[in-house]
């Protein structure tokens, strides 16, 4: 049977251990796994534009360390983002037929232990340091703020597909409720992008369930109603969270400089920056591994006063890179580099199913506020997400 076959269970496998990020048993290990079964029990089934994107994307990542002036980053870079790749060229190579039941099971693991992983989180950080501000609730310091939310964000879709099709009014109030507690985790978080497009994400979501089965139309109004209020409440009242949206309109007030002792955010000006940098070569770019090295030389000359708590910095203290995924790729790529990465996130959006696009989509838009494929958490998230592209050989998800 399918769900006995080594490919289920080490897929299964690397869903569990995705959100936990445990440093002494990384995701690494279950999407080798899943490397491994692809190869073993995968038949040759090629996906002839999902090949092209991941060989194109691998070539010029590969070629663009030959003119970079920093090879050994580009090396490193390139070991970085070798799991999307790989992935990519498997899945598009050896997929194998599975039924959406088992995708869906899949993508509940996935959503059951990113539950389990923040309820630890916030368990841990209440019971060591009482009530706790959105920058104290990390996974154990190992998922950044912006990764954490994404992931409490692709979990809630995946759980809010099951309340349709779930048959069973208990199924539907436990995921309703678990929905909720990942919207309030992502509210608490405050990762401002997700607060900005959360309420979107949802009215899309609900206008997707309306074309769909009459008998959905009304709970997905007053789906999509009751979490939207909830939402409006509980970011008024929620101190870190009222204070990051007003940290917001101060930044977006002072965009063009200081206002009222008001400094915009750093990343304004590290995206300011690395367009210059960016311009520098627009079709090819710098080269592979060459980005954050020119941006932490430009950024010597930016004067900007940044405060962490009440300790001043510049931006030239540290090494940042572009928080862009689109600039990022455009300073050592180029055009070219830009072009391919927008390919692969096309392909990888057209043929996925149900949740899985909002998935595509959330990372693509997270990504114009973090760079995420240089973090393994990034990378991680995206080579799962390539993963899910062979439900395309299944029945259709119901909405």
């Known amino acids: 049977m399918q769900n006995r076959s080594f490919l289920f269970f080490a897929v299964a496998i690397a869903a ?5 990020a ?26 002839k534009i999902l090949l092209l ?29 070798a799991p999307i790749v790989l992935m990519g060229i498997l899945v598009g190579a050896r ?8 995708y869906k099971n899949w993508g509940l693991l996935f959503a059951y232990a990113t539950v389990v992983a923040w309820s630890w989180t916030v368990a841990q950080s209440l019971f060591l340091h009482g009530w706790v501000q959105y920058n104290e609730l990390e996974l154990g310091g190992r998922l950044g ?22 048959t069973s009014k208990k199924h539907q109030l436990l995921n309703a409720l678990l929905i909720v507690w990942l919207l309030f985790g992502c509210i608490m978080l ?30 997905a109004s007053l789906w999509a109603a009751g979490i939207i209020i909830a939402m409006v409440a509980l970011m008024a009242t929620l101190p870190g969270t009222a204070r990051r949206l007003t940290d917001l309109k101060n930044e977006w007030r002072s965009l063009d400089g200081m206002v009222e002792g008001k400094q915009t ?52 203290e540290f090494k940042y890179d572009f928080h862009n995924i689109i600039l990022q790729n455009f300073a050592e790529g180029g055009i070219v580099g830009v072009a391919i990465l927008l390919f692969l996130f096309v392909v990888g959006f057209l043929q996925s199913q149900g949740p899985w696009r909002y998935a595509w989509a959330l990372f693509f838009l997270t990504g114009m506020t973090e760079s995420l494929l ?24 119901t909405r």
Not at 205 to 219: E, M, Y
Request: aromatic share 14%.
């Open 265 to 316: 955010n750093h990343r304004v000006y590290l995206w300011r920056y690395g367009w210059n940098v960016a311009k520098e070569s627009p079709i090819i770019g710098l080269g592979n591994g060459a980005g954050d090295e020119v941006l932490h030389q430009a950024l010597q000359s930016c004067d900007a006063v940044f405060y962490n708590k009440k300790e001043p910095y510049y931006l030239y």
């Open 190 to 219: 405050s990762a401002r992008i997700h607060l900005i497009l959360l309420p979107i994400f949802i009215l899309v979501r609900t206008l997707d369930l309306l074309r769909g089965k009459a008998t959905n139309k009304k709970k």
């Open 16 to 20: 569990v251990l995705l959100p936990f």
């Open 53 to 81: 994107a991941s060989a194109a994307f691998a070539d010029w990542e590969l070629l663009s360390i030959w003119w970079s002036d920093y090879r050994n980053e580009g090396w490193k870079d390139l070991i970085m983002i």
């Open 145 to 166: 703020i912006h990764y954490q939310s994404l992931y409490l964000l692709i979990a809630a879709f995946i759980l809010e597909a099951q309340l349709w099709d779930s």
């Open 22 to 47: 445990f440093e002494w048993l990384s995701p690494l290990y279950g999407l080798i796994l899943v490397g491994i079964a692809l190869v073993f029990q995968g038949g040759w089934q090629p996906n």
């Open 95 to 102: 997929s194998k037929d599975v039924d959406s039941k088992t």
């Open 374 to 397: 240089e973090r393994q958490a990034g990378v991680f998230l995206l080579t799962f997400l390539i993963l899910q592209i062979q439900a395309r050989n299944s029945s259709p998800e």
